[in-house]
């Protein structure tokens, strides 16, 4: 039996189209500049991590009026119009037919994560869908990892994780974990970097099986 800790967003489901755009409308309205690696830098960090480096950037909001805006422009989309990536459904219900224990770690919070992965059919397939939120962190602090293998109950060491984003990966891998990056066309820039970084590269969830 094979331990699968998978991230959300980019890797299950084609979101990050719309996560980057909920992102950075909300710099673009309040005419905050950033560089060329935003995208890079906010996938890890979740909305609460998120709006904190907003407020540094320079958006004239309040942490709560930045965390409202993200969850009203993101989660229409979530409830209504993002589906997983192609042979994702099939994939992770094959994995835990075989008896493969499957996990769900994210930047993204409940209310668009639960509900999407519910509409898409395979939510109650994870032993456990958590958000950064849950462990009071994000994905760029490698104690995530740890205390992820902790309530799973498996050594770090014995985890696969599979993320689109290269922070991401490489936090994970620094932890200790087993990393498989996976392919997302708002990451294809990084494909040579997260391959460096991590023990596998998917292009397509059904080399898992």
């Known amino acids: ?55 540094k950037l320079g958006v004239p909001l309040s942490f709560e009026e930045i965390i409202t805006r993200m969850r009203e422009y993101a989660l229409e989309a979530y409830t209504n119009t993002i589906e997983a990536k192609p042979h994702v459904v099939e994939v992770v219900r094959a994995l835990k037919e075989r008896g493969d224990d499957l996990h769900v770690l994210t930047a993204s919070p409940h209310d668009t994560l639960d509900v999407c992965l519910k509409r898409i059919g395979i939510f109650d397939i994870f032993t456990n869908v958590w958000s950064c939120n849950d462990f009071g962190t994000n994905k760029a602090d490698p104690d995530i990892y740890r205390m992820a293998a902790e309530k799973i109950g498996k050594d770090v060491t014995e985890i696969i994780f599979l993320d689109d984003n290269y922070n991401a990966d490489l936090t994970a891998k620094s932890a200790g974990m087993i990393v498989y990056g996976v392919y997302d066309a708002s990451s294809e820039e990084y494909t040579e970097e997260i391959k460096a970084v991590t023990d596998k590269y998917i292009t397509d969830f059904r080399e898992l099986l």
Do not use: C, Q
Request: aromatic share 14%; net charge negative.
């Open 1 to 55: 039996m094979k331990t699968y800790l998978f991230d959300f967003d980019g890797t299950l489901v084609d979101s990050m189209p719309t996560y980057v755009s909920v992102m950075l409308r909300i710099l673009d309205e309040n005419n905050v500049k950033y560089g060329d690696d935003i995208v890079k830098i906010i996938t890890p960090l979740g909305f609460i991590d998120t709006a904190k480096y907003f407020i």
